[in-house]
């Protein structure tokens, strides 16, 4: 079955931190991943993509790594702010015709003063 | 920059009556998708077009959920009767292309938020 799981559910973090989010899939084929960001009440919005071949992409102080062998994602964010309080999403994408995407449940980060 | 258009944005109904959301995708954009979140859950889709076909509805329940997009541009969803357990976000996404490929990234909107009472 083709799973998005991602931890923490949840995080804490003060103002000006670093964090990192993770993302673990059983998703085949194997197309491309993205992470999007979810403000309250409002829909997803895309921070990056990556395809099998590529293994870092960064969106300012997004940064996404994959490693396809074991199926891993991360997303590093940087100097972390208020505004980055959301929940971020991993999203896996099959490839072939008009197959699913999956989408993993998130993890809600809270960024305090 | 444009954007994926959703309305209404909030709607409250009482359980049993009917409700309709409606989306208009980011123009060019062949496909488009509903999807309903629960809160704390990721999304769910529930339909997908290509144009004015449905492409995907495995997981739309039929008996009560009705979509259409009947020129292939905008679309509507619809709720009859509408259940309790219905109490969610719905949200609309277009891409330009369909599938889980690279070039499909998807463009949602901000959403409907449903509650029945």
């Known amino acids: 079955k083709n799973q998005v799981e991602q931890s923490p559910q949840s995080l804490i973090i003060l103002e000006g931190k670093n964090c990192t989010l993770q993302?673990?899939?059983?998703?085949?084929?194997?197309?491309?991943l993205r992470w999007y960001k979810q403000d309250t009440g409002r829909g997803p919005v895309s921070l990056t993509i990556m395809t099998f071949s590529e293994n870092t992409k960064s969106n300012g102080r997004y940064t996404a790594t994959l490693d396809a062998d074991t199926k891993q994602s991360s997303l590093h964010i940087t100097a972390s702010q208020l505004s980055d309080s959301a929940s971020y999403i991993c999203v896996v994408g099959l490839s072939g015709g008009y197959q699913k995407v999956t989408f993993g449940t998130g993890t809600k980060l809270q960024v305090i003063p | 920059e444009a954007e994926v258009a959703q309305s209404p944005r909030y709607k409250i109904t009482e359980k049993s009556q009917a409700v309709a959301f409606w989306c208009d995708p980011i123009?060019?954009?062949?496909?488009l998708y509903w999807y309903r979140q629960i809160l704390g859950q990721g999304p769910e889709l529930l339909v997908q077009?290509?144009?004015?076909?449905?492409?995907?509805d495995s997981q739309l329940p039929k008996d009560r959920f009705s979509a259409e997009r009947l020129k292939g541009v905008d679309s509507t969803l619809k709720i009859q009767p509408a259940e309790l357990g219905d109490s969610a976000m719905y949200l609309c996404?277009?891409?330009?292309?369909?599938?889980?490929?690279?070039?499909?990234?998807?463009?949602f909107g901000p959403g409907t938020r449903l509650l029945v009472l």
């Open positions: 993302c673990n899939y059983t998703v085949s084929p194997f197309s491309n």
């Open positions: 077009f290509q144009d004015e076909s449905v492409v995907d």
């Open positions: 123009s060019g954009h062949a496909t």
């Open positions: 996404a277009s891409s330009h292309l369909g599938g889980g490929g690279p070039r499909a990234d998807q463009y």
